[in-house]
């Protein structure tokens, strides 16, 4: 009896046991493996969690403010904690925990009315020359020995962006002040607009040609200018000098003082109603317009059958000078003679007793050299009615001659591709030689930098007696074709650089000047 009764208990818990396996068993779920486990980031840095392949995964966060995720690519957005989860469609996660710290480096921040970049990361630029320098690990950059031309290396800011949850904008800033430290060394530098090898002049107004050295009040230079003058950077080549080190310690973007000018476009007569729009103008304090080719006031007004004579200051009446700095709002009004426009006589005035004031000249600057800031002399001679012109000997030295606002109209307003020059006159040495010396022959803006030119200024010419010659435009849109110049191009065996050495002086006899509008080059000279 007992053997029976042991029986029936095996058998009874072999199918509670066997029963109970079979009402619990689950399928297996997939083992997601990330790699890593942790991370943590810097605002504005990514990372990468690696994940098994062949498994198809649906990635969140639990705090996407903090941190995004997508195909295991995390980007971090602000400060805090955030899991990242990896779910296979079975079931089976893999997580991350990822931790975001605020920037310690190339990161800016509201402080009060300013925006603050700090320590704004320095990247080599090729186009800066071939002698290029070392970005250091501390972030720094390095000019290597010592150069004395345009092939010195250099570096370049890009302004920030602002990230996810930034509430600040750019384009609510006017100004940036660049606050350099030389650490080590000393190096002279052209600050140049950057992504390129355009001069970036400094606000309210000074050469961008800086000394930037370690001795010089404790190593400390600030730079100002306008951002939308610089673009979206700043660029810093090394034009002289060296080894130094330097970084940027901040860039301070500010708010300034902006003056606006509007454009009133009334109907010439009764029934006349010209279908023009000017936008307004938003220029900063003191700059004069159509600088470096931004805040442009147009030259002309096109509207056919009709002539435009140029602006007037509403308050004052009197024509607009664009040479005039802008210190305070405008509203500009068009003029009109409601006839049509007569070509103009492009005969230029050769009687400089009679030329405007000459505007300041811009430092232009050529392989880390200044060109002379001092024009040419010039004497009218009134029985003979020749234009003399003396060219001191110093290289790029400069002539210029004014155009009348009919001939600057006339220039704006052509669809041509360029002008032809054509001049009568001579040019000597002082010993009455013919001279063999090279001039440029252009028209442009002289107080301009990097738009001066209109025309193009890539061919030099022997000037001995006449001169015939087609010039494309050039920066047409920007320039301001407001003077011919002629400049001075002496070759010392070498190239045009030389700014040392004192050439013979050259003595131009000008008898006339004409610019026809196209290519007539094939049309000879007028006895």
């Known amino acids: 009896m007992k053997n029976i009764v042991k029986a029936f208990m095996l058998i009874l818990a072999a199918l509670i046991f066997f029963g109970c396996n079979n009402d619990t068993d689950e399928p297996k779920k997939t083992t997601v493996r990330l790699d890593p486990t942790t991370l943590t980031l810097e605002v504005g840095q990514s990372g990468q969690i690696d994940y098994p392949d062949g498994i198809e995964l649906t990635w969140t966060s639990s705090n996407s403010n903090v941190a995004t995720v997508s195909n295991g690519y995390v980007t971090a957005t602000s400060p805090g904690t955030a899991t990242i989860t990896a779910s296979a469609k079975d079931g089976g996660k893999g997580t991350c925990v990822v931790t975001v710290n605020a920037k310690t480096s190339d990161y800016a921040v509201i402080e009060g009315e300013t925006l603050v970049h700090y320590t704004p990361r320095l990247s080599s630029a090729g186009h800066f020359g071939t002698n290029q320098g070392t970005i250091n690990e501390d972030g720094s950059y390095s000019f290597v020995g010592s150069l004395d031309n345009d ?31 030389t650490t080590e060394g000393s190096v002279n530098v052209k600050v140049k ?57 901040k860039a301070v973007f500010s708010k300034g003082t902006m003056r606006t000018i509007e454009f009133e476009i009334p109907n010439c007569s009764e029934g006349h109603i010209p279908i023009i729009q000017v936008s307004t103008v938003r220029i900063p304090d003191g700059r004069i317009v159509n600088f470096d080719g931004l805040y442009n006031v147009p030259p002309l007004l096109d509207w056919a059958e009709h002539t435009f004579k140029g602006w007037q200051v509403k308050t004052s009446a009197q024509d607009f000078d664009s040479n005039t700095p802008i210190t305070s709002n405008l509203t500009l009004v068009a003029q009109w003679d409601c006839t049509p426009r007569i070509p103009a006589d492009m005969t230029l005035n050769l009687d400089a007793s009679t030329w405007k004031a000459p505007p300041s000249l811009a430092g232009n600057q050529t392989a880390g050299v200044t060109w002379p800031s001092v024009l040419a002399e010039t004497e009218y001679d009134d029985d003979t009615e020749v234009l003399t012109i003396t060219f001191s000997g110093k290289n790029r030295e400069r002539a210029i001659i004014p155009l009348n606002s009919d001939q600057i109209i006339e220039l704006m307003s052509t669809t041509a591709s360029g ?14 030689e013919p001279s063999t010396s090279q001039f440029r022959f252009t028209l442009g803006d002289p107080s301009g930098t990097g738009t001066w030119a209109g025309s193009n200024n890539d061919t030099n010419d022997v000037f001995t007696e006449n001169l015939l010659a087609y010039r494309a435009f050039d920066n047409k849109s920007n320039a301001n074709f407001s003077y011919f110049m002629i400049q001075a191009m002496y070759h010392d065996g070498t190239g045009y650089n030389n700014m040392t050495t004192e050439f013979p002086k050259v003595i131009m006899k000008i008898k006339s000047i004409v610019i026809d509008i196209g290519n007539t080059s094939s049309t000879p000279l007028a006895p």
């Open 419 to 432: 002008v032809t020059f054509r001049i009568i006159g001579t040019a000597e040495y002082e010993d009455e």
């Open 193 to 249: 607009k950057s992504g390129n090898t355009r001069d970036l002049k400094p606000y309210p107004d000074a050469t961008s040609t800086i000394s930037l050295s370690a001795n010089t009040n404790e190593g400390v230079y600030v730079y100002k200018t306008v951002i939308a003058e610089a673009g979206n950077g700043i660029g810093f080549q090394r034009y002289s000098g060296g080894p130094a080190t330097i970084t940027i310690e």
């Open 151 to 181: 092939q010195g290396g250099g570096v370049q800011i890009v302004f920030p962006n602002p990230l996810m949850l930034d509430t600040w904008k750019l384009l609510d800033y006017d100004f940036v002040e660049v606050h350099f430290k």
